[in-house]
């Protein structure tokens, strides 16, 4: 069994901690590795190494950077299923589509880090009398990034190529329950000696980290309850930090949409890995003129979503990414039902060795279910039917999450009437719409901080004006 290590200053460096713990492929219950938990030790050594390779890297031209990160693009995508294959063993994500989402996250790494070479890191400006002003900005660096388990590879490239572009040097600390992945990504990687290290570990890794004096930017993404603690700290030392936290997206079905093309759509929202997403569609909305026909076809959709290891080519619904995260969805769908909800599909764990789930649809639900007022994380679909789009567009909005939204409809007048909902993306006919260009920030307890093209940039540096009389 492999004892992963961390990557410190360009060296790989066993942990100083004595904590360990063991990392269990969800479809077997197998341990596949032996993670560090972390220590203040192995982050103040982490830091120091990001503090000393900061300079020499802030002073690289930025189209030097920007090529090092498109490099170690190039290399990502041609391990893109290497990658997924990890993925899938540490958190069952099916090997097919992680493959397709890394692929997808090196492409972005290029176009984020693209991005640096038209952004004004120093510009003057005009103002009154004699003289000139010159805005620069500089990296605000190091900087901490502290990504979940459920997609660690896109989430760390999409994090760090704005980062990295900018001149920040970067601490990077997995999930405790991923860390092959992102173990095998710094292999690949080909920057500067402490440009970006790694350390493992959990929640003894990530605290001192987000408290570390150096540090000038936490880039945190997991949930609601830590992102307090981490925008706390960062708030007491007067330092940045950018949160993108928990969500309950909802998704409104509209009057005179395609019930059955519409269904499918929503079943691989609310389904995709098992669920697993940020902005997975978790209620789902239904105006009551299609509701018969749509939650028909839902139900019928969710009996295809095949469960099984991820490796195997034939399936579609992983497991879970441990037995924690399946009991929250238990637990769920127990309240839901226990209080009147109805089970149209999945609903019962089933045999076997494995942290399974099915695919659910529940029907009959209300506002006031564990189902529809906290994340689930896990393949359920909740549907409430509604009366009017209106009706629709105030449940929605009526949650203390703001992630993102979708809208099905072809209506005009609903369309525009969507961009109330109070979220950091809506999407209008299509899940996942955009690309890396788009500006985003979440809402309410979702989280803060505005990343996306310019935004990322602008949160990773720092501006001066210089007053030259």
Same mark, same amino acid.
């Given at each position: 069994?492999?004892?992963?290590?961390?990557?410190?200053?360009?060296?790989?460096?066993?942990?100083?901690?004595?904590?360990?713990?063991?990392?269990?492929?969800?479809?077997?219950?197998?341990?596949?590795?032996?993670?560090?938990?972390?220590?203040?030790?192995?982050?103040?050594?982490?830091?120091?190494?990001?503090?000393?390779?900061?300079?020499?890297?802030?002073?690289?031209?930025?189209?030097?950077?920007?090529?090092?990160?498109?490099?170690?693009?190039?290399?990502?995508?041609?391990?893109?299923?290497?990658?997924?294959?990890?993925?899938?063993?540490?958190?069952?994500?099916?090997?097919?589509?992680?493959?397709?989402?890394?692929?997808?996250?090196?492409?972005?790494?290029?176009?984020?880090?693209?991005?640096?070479?038209?952004?004004?890191?120093?510009?003057?400006?005009?103002?009154?009398?004699?003289?000139?002003?010159?805005?620069?900005?500089?990296?605000?660096?190091?900087?901490?990034?502290?990504?979940?388990?459920?997609?660690?590879?896109?989430?760390?490239?999409?994090?760090?190529?704005?980062?990295?572009?900018?001149?920040?040097?970067?601490?990077?600390?997995?999930?405790?329950?991923?860390?092959?992945?992102?173990?095998?990504?710094?292999?690949?990687?080909?920057?500067?000696?402490?440009?970006?290290?790694?350390?493992?570990?959990?929640?003894?890794?990530?605290?001192?980290?987000?408290?570390?004096?150096?540090?000038?930017?936490?880039?945190?993404?997991?949930?609601?309850?830590?992102?307090?603690?981490?925008?706390?700290?960062?708030?007491?030392?007067?330092?940045?930090?950018?949160?993108?936290?928990? =969500?309950?997206?909802?998704?409104?079905?509209?009057?005179?949409?395609?019930? &059955?093309?519409?269904?499918?759509?929503?079943?691989?929202?609310?389904?995709?890995?098992?669920?697993?997403?940020?902005?997975?569609?978790?209620? &789902?909305?239904?105006?009551?003129?299609?509701?018969?026909?749509?939650?028909?076809?839902?139900?019928?959709? @969710?009996?295809?979503?095949?469960?099984?290891?991820?490796?195997?080519?034939?399936?579609?619904?992983?497991?879970? &990414?441990?037995?924690?995260?399946?009991?929250?969805?238990?637990?769920?769908?127990?309240?839901?039902?226990?209080?009147? @909800?109805?089970?149209?599909?999945?609903?019962?764990?089933?045999?076997?060795?494995?942290?399974?789930?099915?695919?659910?649809?529940?029907? =009959?639900?209300?506002?006031?279910?564990?189902?529809?007022?906290?994340?689930?994380?896990?393949?359920?679909?909740?549907?409430?039917?509604?009366?009017?789009?209106?009706?629709?567009?105030?449940?929605?909005?009526?949650?203390?999450?703001?992630?993102?939204?979708?809208?099905?409809?072809?209506?005009?007048?609903?369309?525009? @009437?969507?961009?109330?909902?109070?979220?950091?993306?809506?999407?209008?006919?299509?899940?996942?719409?955009?690309?890396?260009?788009?500006?985003?920030?979440?809402?309410?307890?979702?989280?803060?901080?505005?990343?996306?093209?310019? @935004?990322?940039?602008?949160?990773?540096?720092?501006?001066?004006?210089?007053? &030259?009389?």
């Amino acid at each position: 069994m492999k004892t992963l290590r961390n990557l410190i200053g360009g060296d790989w460096t066993n942990a100083r901690g004595e904590a360990f713990h063991e990392v269990v492929d969800p479809a077997t219950e197998e341990v596949v590795a032996r993670c560090p938990s972390g220590s203040a030790q192995d982050v103040r050594l982490a830091v120091d190494a990001a503090v000393r390779a900061q300079p020499a890297w802030a002073d690289l031209p930025v189209a030097e950077r920007v090529e090092f990160l498109s490099r170690w693009a190039d290399t990502v995508a041609a391990h893109a299923g290497e990658l997924a294959e990890l993925e899938c063993r540490e958190m069952g994500k099916p090997v097919a589509l992680g493959t397709a989402f890394i692929a997808g996250a090196a492409q972005s790494l290029k176009i984020a880090a693209a991005e640096a070479l038209g952004y004004a890191f120093e510009e003057t400006v005009a103002g009154p009398g004699d003289g000139s002003t010159t805005i620069v900005r500089g990296p605000v660096g190091p900087a901490a990034v502290i990504v979940p388990w459920n997609f660690p590879i896109p989430m760390t490239l999409g994090a760090l190529g704005p980062l990295l572009a900018a001149g920040n040097t970067v601490v990077l600390k997995p999930s405790e329950r991923s860390p092959l992945s992102a173990v095998r990504l710094m292999e690949l990687m080909d920057l500067p000696d402490g440009v970006v290290n790694l350390v493992l570990g959990d929640a003894r890794a990530g605290a001192p980290l987000a408290a570390d004096e150096r540090i000038g930017l936490v880039h945190f993404t997991g949930s609601v309850e830590a992102g307090r603690r981490v925008g706390a700290e960062t708030g007491g030392r007067l330092r940045r930090s950018i949160l993108e936290l928990g =969500g309950k997206d909802p998704v409104i079905v509209d009057a005179g949409v395609d019930p &059955v093309a519409t269904a499918a759509a929503v079943a691989f929202g609310a389904f995709a890995n098992s669920g697993q997403i940020c902005t997975s569609m978790e209620r &789902v909305y239904v105006h009551q003129d299609v509701a018969e026909a749509f939650v028909d076809a839902l139900a019928e959709a @969710a009996g295809g979503y095949t469960l099984g290891d991820g490796h195997d080519a034939g399936t579609v619904l992983g497991p879970l &990414v441990d037995r924690r995260q399946r009991d929250i969805v238990v637990r769920h769908v127990t309240d839901a039902v226990e209080r009147g @909800a109805t089970v149209r599909a999945g609903g019962v764990v089933p045999e076997g060795r494995g942290f399974f789930y099915p695919a659910t649809v529940l029907t =009959g639900v209300d506002d006031s279910m564990l189902v529809m007022t906290e994340e689930t994380f896990g393949p359920l679909a909740p549907v409430v039917v509604v009366s009017s789009f209106e009706e629709g567009l105030e449940r929605a909005s009526g949650t203390r999450f703001g992630l993102a939204a979708t809208v099905y409809t072809h209506d005009p007048a609903h369309i525009a @009437a969507a961009r109330r909902i109070p979220a950091g993306v809506v999407w209008v006919n299509q899940w996942q719409g955009g690309g890396p260009e788009r500006l985003y920030e979440p809402a309410g307890d979702s989280g803060m901080g505005a990343t996306g093209a310019r @935004a990322s940039y602008d949160a990773a540096t720092r501006p001066t004006s210089i007053h &030259v009389a």
